[in-house]
């Protein structure tokens, strides 16, 4: 034998990790191997080898394999049945139970959700139903905040709902909640508090209506000095205008009386008593639309036709509570609510919350949404 040689090798631990020392033994059987140049001997000698090193008590395990003469001089076969031998012993009832029972956390992220549930089905030995019961698990264990989205996959068609479209829908719609709430922090200018029910005001004349009496309680509870628009509330009376940002409109001016509790203040960039009204094209869904700016409309307003012609589908709609006024106080009927995304000239998108409602009439941009779309500006004499 070569005067290099490596010592022969100690028996395997059969204790503790048995898995994990096997892992080694193993290595350790293979560096031996090549050190003496075993590894180029027939295949039958290395089994010899292993099993001259490995221990008696593993022997005992080699005989109850009844491998055929053949199996028992192939290393790789030999090697394998005692790797499944030591390999760690699943519980499945554990797994199983920690599948079923686990649920989102509340500040845990969608995408760290659904990828543990995926890799604990993945454990579970669930077989040709590990789809079936891992889309199952993500939807019935979300957290309370998504009961809307869960509600929403349960009334899909079965053949509709599976594992890859649940996951990107809701990780489509996490996107778009975060996109809001940022929306919302940086939102520059907050003119009128919002009641409970959404306002929308068209008229012919001159614009005003009778503020809701829950409104009452929020201006008076409402801490002005905190607020950044509080050097903007008046003791009297302002002037206030809205001006189109392309320098060529001029302002339309209309008075303010704060203290007035029974009215709340509507206005509109689009000129009444037939002068034009002015509108905005944005792509939406790879089609043009154009938005009327309306400073009296207190949310985004689209038809449901419209919404159907630019090939949004009704799942992005979402239940909406609130209602549509107009200043003759009659509702308008509304089919829900959407997160849109519209996109500018220059490839910019914005995520806007439209209103959809079953009448038909022009696109229309809100207040909030002109201001925050840089489409207006505002002034205010004393």
């Not at 990107?168 to 907050?190: G, P």
């Not at 409970?196 to 001159?206: F, N, Q, R």
């Not at 614009?207 to 509080?230: C, L, T, V, W």
Request: hydrophobic fraction near 35%; proline fraction near 3%; glycine fraction near 4%.
């Amino acid at each position: 034998m070569d005067s290099f040689a490596l010592s022969p090798l100690q028996p395997l631990n059969l204790t503790g990790n048995v898995s994990h020392y096997f892992k080694l033994w193993l290595q350790r059987f293979q560096i031996y191997l090549k050190a003496n140049n075993l590894d180029k001997e027939t295949e039958e000698r290395q089994v010899n080898s292993l099993l001259n090193y490995i221990g008696d008590k593993c022997i005992t395990v080699f005989n109850s394999f009844n491998l055929t003469n053949v199996e028992s001089k192939s290393i790789k076969t030999v090697i394998d049945k005692f790797t499944d031998h030591f390999a760690p012993k699943k519980h499945l009832s554990l797994l199983r139970h920690n599948f079923f029972a686990r649920k989102q956390k509340s500040d845990e992220p969608f995408e760290d959700y659904s990828t543990t549930i995926i890799n604990l089905g993945l454990q579970c030995d669930l077989g040709a139903l590990r789809e079936e019961l891992t889309k199952a698990k993500i939807i019935s264990g979300l957290d309370s905040k998504y009961d809307d989205l869960r509600t929403r996959l349960m009334a899909e068609e079965d053949k509709t709902l599976t594992l890859s479209y649940v996951t990107k829908y809701l990780k489509t719609a996490e996107s778009s909640r975060q996109a809001v709430t940022q929306m919302q922090k940086d939102n520059r200018v907050d003119v009128f508090p919002m009641s409970e029910d959404v306002l929308l005001a068209k008229s012919k004349g001159t614009h005003g209506i009778n503020k809701r009496p829950a409104y009452e309680d929020k201006i008076k509870n409402q801490d002005f000095k905190s607020n950044s628009m509080s050097k903007f509330i008046p003791k009297q009376r302002k002037n206030i205008g809205f001006q189109i940002n392309n320098g060529k409109n001029s302002v339309h001016q209309f008075n303010v009386d704060y203290n007035n509790q029974d009215e709340y203040l509507i206005g509109t960039t689009g000129m009444v008593n037939g002068q034009r009204k002015i509108f905005v094209v944005y792509t939406v869904n790879n089609c043009k639309i154009k938005l009327k700016i309306d400073t009296g409309a207190m949310c985004n307003l689209l038809s449901y036709n419209d919404y159907k012609c630019i090939g949004l589908t009704d799942k992005l709609l979402q239940k909406c509570y609130k209602k549509i006024i107009q200043l003759e106080k009659s509702n308008v009927p509304v089919v829900g609510s959407a997160m849109i995304p519209l996109v500018n000239k220059n490839n910019e998108t914005k995520l806007l919350e439209f209103i959809v409602v079953n009448v038909e009439c022009p696109p229309i941009l809100g207040l909030q949404a002109s201001i925050d779309l840089n489409l207006i500006t505002y002034h205010i004499n004393m």
